[in-house]
T-cell receptor, first 113, second 114 residues
Framework: GENVEQHPSTLSVQEGDSAVIKCTYS??????FPWYKQELGKRPQLIID?????GEKKDQRIAVTLNKTAKHFSLHITETQPEDSAVYFC????????????FGAGTILRVKS | ETGVTQTPRHLVMGMTNKKSLKCEQH?????MYWYKQSAKKPLELMFV???????ENNSVPSRFSPECPNSSHLFLHLHTLQPEDSALYLC?????????????FGPGTRLLVL
């Protein structure tokens, strides 16, 4: 089955710097890769996603890149702000009945002001 | 946010109790999911319901029993749980058409088993 690994487990950056979180997946059939942000005590919320037919997607300060050959995808946050502090989860979806998502273990991002 | 709601938000129960978690989605979706979120572990998919039929059960112990009476409601019935079952239980929903649709999460139920 699918296995998703996420690195780093914790990341501290200075306000204004960039943050990069990387995920690898094992199933080459995976074709949908969402990123979720979970603030303390709140639900995971989708912040950006990418499908396997594109290599990069950007939404303001957030971007995701996908390398299908290497089976890895990354989240890039530029000009980080204290409100970006949260746990970020990557996931990979297998095109089988049920829209199953396999999640990475999460990255705790701390933005220091 | 009111897209996916869960009740109760917090639950403390003894190992001999029976309780139920409730999830309701107001998004018109046709698939619903239960996840378990424990500290320092990835989100674990427990059950998937599509069009009110269970399509996946990820080797979840029988002390967890899901029920999906219609496409808007999902329950998780709990019976004789163990302390290691203490976790945040998240419900999610999505619209299945093509298999790539985004899942939207509820706020979760924080469960403590004593």
């Amino acid at each position: 089955g699918e296995n998703v690994e996420q690195h780093p487990s914790t990341l501290s950056v200075q306000e204004g710097d960039s943050a990069v979180i990387k995920c690898t997946y094992s199933d080459s059939a995976s074709n949908y890769f969402p990123w979720y942000k979970q603030e303390l005590g709140k639900r995971p919320q989708l912040i950006i996603d990418i499908r396997s037919n594109v290599g990069e997607k950007k939404d303001q300060r957030i971007a995701v890149t996908l390398n299908k050959t290497a089976k890895h995808f990354s989240l890039h946050i530029t000009e980080t702000q204290p409100e970006d502090s949260a746990v970020y989860f990557c996931a990979a979806s297998i095109p089988e009945y049920g829209n199953k998502l396999v999640f990475g273990a999460g990255t705790i991002l701390r933005v220091k002001s | 946010e009111t897209g996916v709601t869960q009740t109760p938000r917090h639950l403390v129960m003894g190992m001999t109790n029976k309780k139920s978690l409730k999830c309701e989605q107001h998004l018109g979706h046709n698939a619903m999911y239960w996840y378990k979120q424990s500290a320092k572990k990835p989100l674990e998919l427990m059950f998937v319901y599509s069009l009110e039929e269970r399509v996946e059960n990820n080797s979840v112990p029988s002390r967890f029993s899901p029920e999906c009476p219609n496409s808007s409601h999902l329950f998780l019935h709990l019976h004789t749980l163990q302390p290691e079952d203490s976790a945040l239980y998240l419900c999610a929903s999505s619209q299945m058409s093509g298999g790539l649709e985004t899942q939207y999460f509820g706020p979760g139920t924080r469960l403590l088993v004593l």
